[in-house]
C-alpha cells in the first residue's frame, strides 16, 4: 500500500471498532509527525493514544517494525512496544514471553542502521522485558555470546549494556524488591564480563569517538548501580583510558562530557570510601591529575570542559566530604580539594562557582553538626575565600543601568549566593563579615559596582547579627540613610534592600526610625525603587510595630495613595500587611475607625466596579482590591480580652453587602470567587465569635451559588466557620444542615468517571471540612446519615495520589477514628467509643484491605507515614480485629508478577503482619510498610 507523505485526515476517519488495519495506522502516524493543519495532527495523536493503550499494539508495533517502512513508523512502534512492556506486560500469557524476547532481538538487529532514537527505544523494551521475564535467566551472559563477535552488532549490544542498569530502578517497572535483588545480583556477577567486553571495545575503538562515548556512558551505567567490584576496576585499564580523555587537550566536547559523566558516576558509587579504599584512592589521584587540564581549558576559553571540570572536583569533594570533615588534611582529607573548588570559583563565570554550591552548603551543615571551634578554624581561611569570590561574581557590569534584576539567569544566581552566604556565615562570624565588608567600603573609593555587590552580601548577613547594642550596625544605617540621590540606581536599590534587613537594629534604636522612614519614602516615589522601598517599610512595620505605632497616619496616606505608587502587586500587598501589622497595635477604641479608613479605597473601589458592570453589562476583575482587603483582615490582629466587642466586628458587618455582592456577580468565574472566599475567610478568623450575624446570609449565599457553580473554595470556607463555630451548641444543626447542603453536589461531581483524579481540589477541601466536624462536634457528624457516604467517598479517595488530597483524607480518617480512642475525659466519650465502633464495624475490613492495596500499588513513598497513623488507630481502638482484618488484606495480595517472578514469600506476609500488629509506636508501622511495599514497586 502507498500513503501520501502528508495525510489530511478527515475528522471522522478514526473511529474503527475492533482491531484497526496496518494503512490505517500508518496513515495516522504520517498525520502526527507531518499534518500542517493542528487540529489533524492532535486527532490522530488521540487516536493512537488510544491504540497504543489497547491489546492490539502488542501486534500492530511488531507489524509496523518488520516492515520497516521508514523512521516515523518504527519510532511510534518501537516506543509503543517500549511503553506496553513498561505498563502493560500483565496483558501478555507467559508462553508468549520468549516469542517477545525473540522478536525484539530481530528487530533490533534488523533497524540497527535505521535511527539511533529507534534503537534506544528497543534497547529499553528488551531491558524491560529482561526485567520482567523471570525465565529469561543470565540475559547478560546470553546478549553478550550472540552479538560480541560480531562488529556491526555492538552499538546496540552496548545500548542494550548501557540502559539495563538504568531500568533496574525505574519508576516505570513494578518489579518489587525480590526480583530486583535477584536481578543486581545477577548483574554483580557477570559485571566483569561486561567490563571486560567493553574494555576490549575501548582498545579497538582507535579513532572511533562514537564507540568510545558508548563505551564510557555503558560504564558509568554499571557504576550508578554499584555493582562493580572495587579491585577489579581500580586495576583496570578502562579507568586510565579515562583519565587520559579528560587530560588530553584536543578531546572533543561530547567525549569529554562522556568521560565526566562517567567519573561522576563513579565518585557517586563510592561514597562509602570505607569499603571501596582501592577504587578510591585511584580516583583520588586521578582526579587531582585534572587541575593542569583544568587550567589549559580556561586558557582556551573552553567553557563546556572547565564545567565538566567543576562539576568532577565538586563531586569528589562530596564523596570525600566526611573524610575532609573527620581528618581535614590527613590522607584522603587532603585539603587540596578544596584548593581545586577555589580555583574554579575563581573562574570569570559564575555558572562555573555555582556547581559547588550544594558541596558548601554540605560542608557548612557537617560543621555546624560537630559544633568544633578547632576544626571551625581549619575550614574557616577556606569560607572566607570563598566569600570574596562570591562578593566578586555578584557585580553587575559596570555599564549595567537600572535597578539588579531578580528573576533573570544572574539574579536567581545572586538570590543563591545569599542562601549559600547565611549557610556557612557561622565559620567565619556574622559581625567579623559584615564589619570587614564595611570597611572595604570605607576605604577608599570603589567603583559602583563593587560597592552594590558588597552592599547585597551585607544584606544577606545582616539578619544574622546580634543587633544589641553594635555601634557598628547603627553606623552603617546611618550612613546609608545619608546616601546622596546621584549614587547608582542599583546602589540606592541594594541600600533599601539593606535597610529592609536591619530593621531588628532600627527596633533597637528607635532614633533611627524617623531618618530611615524618609529615606524609604523617596525611594517609594521613584518607579524603580518603589516596590524595593515597599518591601523594606514593611519589614520594619513587622519588626518595630510598637515604635510604627506613631507613624500610622502616614502609612494610612500611603495606603490611601497606593495605586500612584508604581508597586508591584506584591509590593503593594506588603505595604497593607505592614499597615494592618501597626493597625493592631492602635489603642483598642482607635481600630475600628482607623480599620475603616484603611478598607474604605478598597470597598470604593469595588462599589464602582460593581456599578459600571451592571450599567455597562460587562464584567471587571475585582481581585486586586478584594486581595488587599483579604491581607488586611488577616493581619489586624488586636488583643481583644473576655467580654470585649472586637473592634474590627461593625467594620467587617458594614463590607459584607459588598463582598456579598461581589461573590453574586462573579459567581462563575472560580478565580474570584475564590478570592472573596479567601477574603471572607479572613474576615471570620479576625473577628472569630464576632461575626455570628454573619453566618446564616452566608452560608445561604454559599450554598445556593455552590448548587450550580462547585467551587472547592467554598468547602474550604464551610471549614472555616465549623472551625470558628462548630462548638457553640446553637450552630451545630445549621452548621450540619450545610454540610448536607454542600456534599450533594460534591459526591455528584466526584462520582463522574475520573472524578477524583480531576478533582483532587475537591476531595482536598471536602475532607479539611468533615475533619473540622470531627474536631468540633463528632457526634453530631457521626449521628448524621451523610456519614455513610463521607466514609464511602474516603475510602475510595484513599487512592488519589495527590499530595493535599491525599493527606486531607488521611487526616480525616485518622481523626475520626482517634475520637473513639482519646478519652479526653468528656461526657460523650462513651457515646463517640460506641459511634466509631459502629462505624469500624462496618467498613473497617474495606477500609483496611483498601488501605494496603494503595500503599503497594497506587501510593508515592512520601504519603506512607499517614497511612501508617490511620492503621495505628485502627489498631488501637480495636488491636485483635485489627489483627484479623490486616490477615485478610494480605491473603489477597498477588504472590507473584506478569512476568512469573515471586513477588512476596509466605514468610515476609507473616514477618510484616507481626511487625505491625506488635508494634507499640506509630512509626514502627511506618517502617514496616516502607519495608512491604517495596515488594511491589
Not at 551543615?365 to 562578593?391: G, W
Not at 480599620?595 to 476583575?621: E, F, H, T, Y
Not at 474590627?648 to 462573579?666: D, M, R
Not at 483496611?848 to 497506587?858: S, Y
Request: proline share 4%; glycine share 4%.
Amino acid at each position: 500500500y502507498i500513503v501520501p507523505a502528508v495525510s489530511l485526515i478527515p475528522r471522522g476517519l478514526y473511529t474503527c471498532c475492533g482491531k484497526p488495519n496496518l494503512p490505517l495506522v500508518y496513515q495516522a502516524v504520517q498525520a502526527l509527525y507531518h499534518d500542517p493543519d493542528p487540529a489533524g495532527k492532535e486527532r490522530a495523536s488521540v487516536w493512537l493514544g488510544e491504540l497504543q493503550r489497547s491489546m492490539y499494539a502488542w501486534e500492530i508495533s511488531d507489524q509496523l517494525l518488520q516492515l520497516k517502512q521508514d523512521v516515523e513508523s518504527c519510532y511510534f512502534a518501537a516506543q509503543t512496544m517500549k511503553m506496553k512492556i513498561q505498563t502493560s506486560f500483565y496483558e501478555l500469557p507467559p508462553e508468549t514471553h520468549t516469542a517477545l524476547r525473540d522478536s525484539l532481538l530481530s528487530h533490533i538487529q534488523n533497524l540497527k542502521d535505521l535511527s539511533p532514537i529507534i534503537v534506544t527505544q528497543l534497547a529499553l523494551a528488551i531491558a524491560d522485558l529482561a526485567l520482567q521475564m523471570a525465565s529469561w535467566k543470565g540475559c547478560v551472559q546470553t546478549l553478550i555470546e550472540k552479538y560480541s563477535n560480531d562488529v556491526s552488532s555492538m552499538p546496540f549490544l552496548i545500548e542494550i549494556l548501557t540502559v539495563l542498569p538504568e531500568e533496574v530502578h525505574s519508576r516505570s517497572l513494578r518489579i518489587g524488591a525480590n526480583r530486583r535483588t535477584e536481578i543486581i545480583e545477577d548483574l554483580a556477577y557477570y559485571s566483569t564480563t561486561v567490563v571486560t567486553l567493553l574494555m576490549t571495545c575501548a582498545e579497538k575503538s582507535g579513532h572511533d569517538e562514537k564507540m568510545l562515548i558508548k563505551v564510557f556512558r555503558c560504564l558509568g551505567s554499571w557504576f550508578n548501580l554499584g555493582v562493580l567490584d572495587n579491585n577489579f576496576m581500580a586495576n583496570n585499564q578502562l579507568l586510565m583510558i579515562l583519565f587520559q580523555v579528560l587530560q588530553r587537550d584536543e578531546t572533543s566536547t561530547n567525549l569529554h562530557e562522556a568521560a565526566s559523566d562517567c567519573v561522576c558516576s563513579a565518585l557517586y558509587a563510592i561514597e562509602n570510601v570505607a569499603v571501596h579504599m582501592p577504587l578510591a584512592m585511584q580516583l583520588f589521584q586521578g582526579v587531582l591529575s585534572l587541575e593542569t587540564a583544568y587550567h589549559m581549558a580556561v586558557a582556551r576559553e573552553d567553557l563546556d570542559k572547565v564545567l565538566n571540570y567543576c562539576r568532577i572536583f565538586t563531586e569528589l569533594c562530596e564523596t570525600f566530604l566526611e573524610m575532609t570533615v573527620r581528618t581535614p588534611g590527613l590522607g584522603m582529607g587532603d585539603l587540596r580539594i578544596l584548593e581545586l573548588l577555589l580555583i574554579c570559583a575563581g573562574h570569570p563565570q559564575y555558572e562555573v562557582v555555582e556547581i559547588s554550591f550544594n558541596f558548601w552548603y554540605r560542608l557548612g551543615e557537617h560543621l555546624y553538626k560537630m559544633n568544633d571551634p578547632a576544626l571551625h578554624r581549619v575550614f574557616k581561611p577556606y569560607i572566607q575565600r570563598l566569600l570574596h569570590s562570591l562578593a566578586r561574581h555578584c557585580q553587575l557590569d559596570a555599564d549595567h543601568e537600572g535597578v539588579p534584576e531578580d528573576t533573570d539567569d544572574f539574579g536567581e544566581f545572586r538570590m543563591r549566593v545569599s542562601d549559600l552566604v547565611k549557610d556557612v556565615i557561622f565559620l567565619v562570624g556574622s559581625m567579623e563579615c559584615f564589619s570587614q565588608l564595611y570597611s572595604t567600603l570605607k576605604e577608599g573609593n570603589p567603583p559602583w559596582e563593587v560597592t552594590e555587590a558588597v552592599l547585597f552580601i551585607m544584606a544577606s548577613i545582616a539578619k544574622s547579627i546580634d543587633p544589641e547594642n553594635n555601634p557598628t550596625l547603627t553606623e552603617v544605617l546611618e550612613q546609608i540613610v545619608l546616601l546622596p540621590e546621584t549614587v547608582h540606581l542599583a546602589v540606592r536599590y541594594t541600600s533599601i534592600e539593606l535597610v529592609g534587613e536591619m530593621s531588628e537594629v532600627i527596633d533597637r534604636n528607635p532614633c533611627m526610625l524617623d531618618p530611615v522612614l524618609n529615606f524609604l519614602m523617596k525611594g517609594l516615589r521613584e518607579k524603580p525603587l518603589a516596590s524595593v522601598a515597599a518591601k523594606a517599610i514593611h519589614n520594619i512595620c513587622s519588626v518595630c510595630r510598637d515604635h510604627m505605632a506613631q507613624h500610622f497616619q502616614g502609612l494610612l496616606n500611603i495606603a490611601r495613595l497606593l495605586d500612584s505608587f508604581a508597586l508591584s502587586t506584591d509590593a503593594a500587598v506588603g505595604l497593607l500587611k505592614g499597615t494592618a501589622l501597626v493597625l493592631a497595635r492602635l489603642p483598642l477604641e482607635k481600630i475600628a475607625e482607623c480599620l475603616n479608613d484603611l478598607c474604605a479605597v478598597q470597598v470604593m473601589a469595588l462599589r464602582k466596579l460593581l456599578a459600571q458592570d451592571s450599567s455597562s453589562g460587562k464584567s471587571s476583575d475585582p481581585t486586586v482590591w478584594l486581595d488587599r482587603l483579604a491581607v488586611i483582615f488577616r493581619h489586624t490582629n488586636p488583643i481583644v480580652e473576655n467580654g470585649q466587642t472586637h473592634p474590627c466586628q461593625k467594620v467587617i458587618q458594614e463590607i459584607w453587602p459588598v463582598l456579598s455582592e461581589t461573590l453574586n456577580a462573579h459567581q462563575n468565574d472560580n478565580r474570584i470567587v475564590e478570592r472573596c472566599c479567601r477574603c471572607l475567610r479572613f474576615a471570620v478568623r479576625c473577628v472569630g465569635k464576632g461575626s455570628a450575624s454573619l453566618l446564616q446570609p452566608l452560608v445561604t449565599q454559599m450554598v445556593s451559588v455552590y448548587q450550580v457553580y462547585p467551587h472547592s473554595c467554598f468547602l474550604y470556607l464551610g471549614s472555616i466557620l465549623v472551625d470558628e463555630y462548630g462548638m457553640e451548641e446553637g450552630c451545630r444543626q445549621g452548621l450540619l444542615d450545610m454540610l448536607q447542603a454542600l456534599c450533594m453536589p460534591t459526591f455528584q461531581l466526584l462520582e463522574q468517571p475520573n472524578g477524583l483524579r480531576n478533582h483532587p481540589d475537591t476531595v482536598d477541601d471536602l475532607f479539611r471540612l468533615v475533619t473540622r466536624f470531627v474536631q468540633r462536634s463528632p457526634v453530631t457528624l457521626v449521628n448524621s446519615s451523610i456519614i455513610v457516604h463521607i466514609i464511602q467517598c474516603a475510602i475510595a479517595s484513599t487512592t488519589l495520589d495527590h499530595r493535599d488530597a491525599n493527606c486531607s483524607v488521611m487526616k480525616f480518617i485518622r481523626d475520626l477514628i482517634h475520637t473513639g480512642v482519646t478519652n479526653d475525659h468528656e461526657d460523650d466519650f462513651e457515646v463517640r467509643k460506641r459511634l466509631i465502633g459502629q462505624v469500624m464495624e462496618q467498613h473497617g475490613q474495606q477500609l483496611v484491605t483498601q488501605l494496603i492495596n494503595t500503599c503497594c500499588f497506587c501510593l508515592p513513598p512520601y504519603t506512607l507515614p499517614d497511612v501508617a497513623e490511620v492503621l495505628w488507630e485502627i489498631m488501637v481502638f480495636d488491636r485483635p480485629t485489627f489483627c484479623r482484618w490486616l490477615e485478610t488484606a494480605l491473603k489477597g495480595l498477588p504472590k507473584e508478577t506478569a512476568g512469573g517472578a515471586l513477588t512476596v514469600t509466605h514468610k515476609q506476609l507473616t514477618d510484616f503482619h507481626k511487625q505491625v500488629t506488635s508494634a507499640e509506636e506509630c512509626k514502627q508501622v511506618c517502617w514496616a510498610i516502607r519495608e512491604f511495599t517495596r515488594l511491589y514497586r
